[in-house]
């Protein structure tokens, strides 16, 4: 059975907020999308033009954001991860691939276009909610029961 | 300095929203797709509450001529609808319900340690790797109207 989370509509608001300020932040001053897998994909070559260390920097600020937020509130942060490795990898794989492949992720796509009426971003944040939960209806209701 | 100095802002302050949010947890991520189970969708004022304040805060700063550090401005310039945007989702789509991460989320876990998300992130470099590479190899044009940038 699947592990039942709380419903946390105040504090989901205020950090969705605070991403958006981070969204807004990154396009005031560097003119840049706060989109993860295109900044992922900027670790990556060709390295023309694509801010590089800037990539870096935001990626470093991403990984130490935890560690912050437990300094501040005193409170470890909860998380349940699937210990399947198998499953794990080819989920990544799958992420990793069909986000660069796709021009972008639930940040780029479905934050930063979908604020921008980007007609390609809607359509990719509509498939890709649809598969996702496709994916958890087939794995949780007609494999696992 | 200053690009730098941003750009290391923002991506903590993203993570910050991610952690605050919940999203940093893949059990709720899964959850939010489970309508017909263990439903919770916090989600969706997850973004809900970044598309209002991106929305905003994006016609504030395109008032501007050019961002505040000098650079120009790095928009996408495509409009055409592709298979591309079909094929990308649907493949993203069923990695992010089979483990409950985007490639945000995941990278903000890398800090928590577990063998899970290292596995995860591992996989997901070497797919956006391999991404890179199918679109250079298919699409050198894309990758360099854009600065590099997919």
């Keep these: 059975m699947a592990e039942v989370t709380p419903f946390t509509p105040i504090a989901s608001t205020i950090g969705g907020a605070i991403i958006g300020l981070a969204a807004v932040l990154l396009m005031l001053f560097n003119g840049r999308i706060a989109g993860i897998s295109g900044i992922l994909a900027r670790l990556f070559p060709p390295y023309a033009g694509s801010d590089m260390a800037g990539a870096a920097a935001f990626i470093a600020g991403l990984i130490l954001a935890p560690i912050c937020y437990s300094i501040a509130s005193g409170a470890p942060v909860a998380q349940t991860v699937s210990s399947n490795m198998v499953l794990m990898a080819v989920a990544g794989l799958l992420v990793g691939f069909g986000t660069v492949y796709g021009g972008g992720c639930t940040s780029g796509h479905g934050v930063c276009g979908l604020a921008r009426l980007s007609r390609r971003s809607l359509v990719a944040t509509v498939v890709f909610m649809v598969a996702g939960f496709a994916t958890v209806f087939i794995v949780r209701h007609l494999i696992a029961d | ?150």
């Excluded at chain 2, 302050?13 to 916090?42: C, E, H, R, W, Y």
């Excluded at chain 2, 120009?72 to 310039?77: G, N």
């Excluded at chain 2, 649907?90 to 992010?96: E, H, N, P, S, Y």
């Design chain 2, 1 to 150: 300095m200053l690009r730098v100095t941003i750009s290391f802002i923002a991506g903590l302050l993203f993570g910050l929203g991610l952690v605050i949010g919940g999203m940093a947890n893949p059990a709720k991520v899964q959850n939010f797709l489970d309508v017909f189970g263990t439903f919770d969708p916090s989600l969706a004022f997850v973004m809900g509450g970044a598309l209002v304040v991106t929305f905003f805060g994006y016609r504030f700063a395109f008032r501007h001529p050019s961002p505040l550090s000098g650079e120009p401005f790095h928009l996408p310039t495509a409009t055409e609808l592709e298979p591309r945007l079909i094929i990308g989702p649907a493949l993203f789509g069923v990695g992010w319900g089979l483990s409950g991460f985007c490639p945000g989320p995941a990278i903000t876990s890398l800090s928590l340690m577990a063998t899970g998300t290292l596995v995860f992130v591992a996989a997901m470099l070497a797919g956006i790797g391999l991404a890179r590479f199918t679109l250079q190899k298919h699409a050198p044009k894309r990758l360099e109207a854009r600065g590099g940038k997919v």
